[in-house]
Nanobody, 125 residues
Framework: QVQLVESGGGLVQAGGSLRLSCAASGRTFSSYAMGWFRQAPGKEREFVAAISSSWSGRKSYYADSVKGRFTISRDNAKNTVYLQMNSLKPEDTAVYYC????????????????WGKGTLVTVSS
């Protein structure tokens, strides 16, 4: 069982930056692929970024809409995954969720094993 707790959301002006953190419980954090997803009001949850487990080389993956602006990283010593968000746009406004998956990294919402409760990011124009 893995418990995930997100933090770092808030209100920011367009063009600004935020860093989201996701603290995970459990001793096997390094073996999980981790992902960030978001859900805007009235829309389906969508993939944002993912990072493979340490055993798979910590490869990162991004949605086209955030590529070049967002960076995912992980610190296994702290059981934490981060999402650095730069050049934020109003369309980035959403609840951001951290998720974990044992095994191979995926960008599919339905394939994740564990979810946090989310943190709200609001980008004003």
């Amino acid at each position: 069982q893995v418990q995930l707790v997100e933090s770092g959301g808030g209100l920011v002006q367009a063009g600004g930056s935020l860093r989201l953190s996701c603290a995970a419980s459990g001793r096997t954090f390094s073996s999980y692929a981790m992902g960030w997803f978001r859900q805007a009001p009235g829309k389906e949850r969508e993939f944002v970024a993912a990072i493979s487990s340490s055993w798979s080389g910590r490869k990162s993956y991004y949605a086209d809409s955030v590529k070049g602006r967002f960076t995912i990283s992980r610190d296994n010593a702290k059981n934490t995954v981060y999402l650095q968000m730069n050049s934020l746009k109003p369309e980035d406004t959403a609840v951001y969720y951290c998720a974990a998956k044992g095994g191979v990294v995926t960008t599919t919402v339905g394939a994740m094993d564990y979810w946090g409760k989310g943190t709200l990011v609001t980008v004003s124009s």
